[in-house]
């Protein structure tokens, strides 16, 4: 019998767990570590609330969650609770999907200013991630500032534009959907350091601004490269680009809200009396290798929020070899050493969609057939459950998480599918009612 740990219950733990079923049968046996009380990481704490459609594939992970040789082992944290290698001790193999949830540092002056936010800490304030539940990001401003022209800046530049109306059937928790009601924000920028051709935004959540019920996008006709040279992009691209464009002529009627396209836009530091009051931004062109370089001209973006969305990182765990420059665990393809694998964002760094988690559970449980045989006797939950014990950890089982959820559902709002706990102590608690 094989006896495989994986730690993270996000799409590429759930993955792994399924490609290792698909090969091994009922000759293994699955335990998911996870430091929340609740499983399915980034599909609860990071697509965005509006996107149910996205979030959906949890039931999948459900069905893998819910057969006899899957254990679900919630808070729990490792490299705290339990270390990597008492585990690679009690596991033939021990597989990290831990995700990216950290944000990278944004690293300017006045980066420290109340206001300034990361993407993390932004989503998982309107997701209910426990750490972040009690942000409180400033929304009594007029202007915002989304650092980034990626897919998280539009998850955050949409969430901060729409109407209470628009969130109805989402999850979003209900100290967000208050707050944001409020909020005075009527311009929000979005800005990016290079051009229109560079962005990493895809079509659909593009498209998605040129339908807002109380804001329009705008993006300046002067940003973009002639119109020929669209042909040349790479076709996802070129439909993210010819929203773009669209979004170049659009009337804002009677909508209330802009949200703005600052191409060619590098921040050079945030300033204010005692909190974000304004984004000193760089023009910039680019160069030969299509990097922004600064073109000595400096304007000012007064914004009260500054929300940072440049990519992510995934946290350390003591004893695991860590590349620093790319924010991930290092690993050759997978594998970190003796017993011990890297899935999802922790092995690539935070790029590709949810699907892209797929191959790499296929892979892992190729690597773990060829280096593990039919296993060493390793004890596995055997060996753990004493150690947990013995520490007095508090572990939630998924028939616990099925009771938390079942109370989050009968909670929500009307048309919601949920109302999320956002205290771990609150997730506990409702495992016994
Ligand atoms: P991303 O796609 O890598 O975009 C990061 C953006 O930040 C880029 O535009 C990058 O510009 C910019 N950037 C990086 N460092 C910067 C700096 N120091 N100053 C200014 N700008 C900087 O990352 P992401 O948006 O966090 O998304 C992560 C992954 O999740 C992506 O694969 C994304 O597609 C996916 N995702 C998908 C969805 C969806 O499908 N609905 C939703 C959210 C996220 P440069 O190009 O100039 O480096």
């Not at 955050?156 to 944001?180: N, P, Q, T, W, Y």
């Not at 439909?239 to 396209?261: C, M, N, P, Y």
Request: aromatic share 6%.
């Amino acid at each position: 019998m094989r006896q495989v740990a994986i730690i993270g219950s996000g799409p590429a733990g759930y993955y792994s767990a399924e490609a290792l079923q698909k090969l091994f049968g009922d000759e293994i046996r699955i335990d998911m570590i996870d430091r929340m009380p609740v499983p399915y990481g980034l599909i609860r704490f990071g697509v965005a609330p509006d996107h149910q459609s996205i979030k959906a594939v949890y039931r999948r992970y459900e069905k893998v969650a819910l057969s006899g040789n899957v254990r679900f082992v919630g808070n729990l944290t490792v490299g705290g609770d339990v270390s990597v290698a008492e585990l690679a001790g009690l596991y033939d193999a021990v597989i990290l999907a831990t995700g990216a949830p950290q944000d990278r540092p944004l690293d300017l002056p006045g980066s420290d200013l109340p206001g300034v936010v990361g993407s993390a800490a932004f989503v998982g304030w309107y997701n209910g991630h426990p750490d972040f539940a009690a942000l409180e990001p400033p929304l009594d401003a007029p202007a915002a500032a989304v650092i980034g022209n990626g897919n998280v800046a539009l998850d955050v530049a949409r969430i901060l534009a729409k109407s209470r109306s628009e969130f109805a059937g989402s999850d979003i928790v209900g100290h967000a959907l208050e707050a944001l009601e409020r909020s005075a924000i009527r311009t929000i920028h979005i800005l990016g350091r290079r051009g229109p051709h560079q962005i990493a935004m895809t079509p659909k959540e593009l498209g998605e601004l040129g339908h807002l019920e109380d804001a329009v996008p705008h993006a300046e006709a002067a940003d973009f490269p002639a119109e020929a040279e669209d042909a040349a992009l790479e076709p996802g691209v070129r439909k993210s680009v010819a929203h773009l464009r669209a979004f170049t002529a659009l009337d804002q009627g009677e909508k209330r809200k802009r949200l703005i396209f600052d191409f060619f836009a590098k921040p050079l530091r945030i300033e204010g009396e005692g909190r974000a009051e304004r984004l000193i931004v760089e023009r910039t062109r680019l160069d030969e290798g299509l990097r922004a370089v600064g073109t000595g001209e400096t304007y000012a973006v007064p914004c009260g929020l500054v929300v940072s969305c440049i990519g992510y990182q995934t946290p350390r765990i003591e004893g695991v070899p860590y590349e620093t420059d790319r924010g991930r665990f290092a690993n050759e393809e997978g594998r970190i050493g003796d017993g011990l694998y890297c899935v999802g964002w922790a092995r690539r760094g935070p790029s590709g969609t949810i699907g892209t988690n797929r191959p790499d559970g296929y892979e892992v449980a190729d690597k773990i057939a060829a280096d593990v045989g039919a296993g060493a006797g390793k004890p596995g939950w055997a060996g753990l459950e004493p150690l947990l014990k013995a520490r007095s950890a508090d572990i939630v089982t998924f028939r616990d998480w099925q009771r938390i959820e079942a109370a989050e559902t009968a909670r929500a709002r009307d048309g919601s599918p949920r109302e999320k706990f956002v205290a771990i102590e609150e997730m506990l608690r409702a495992r016994g009612e």
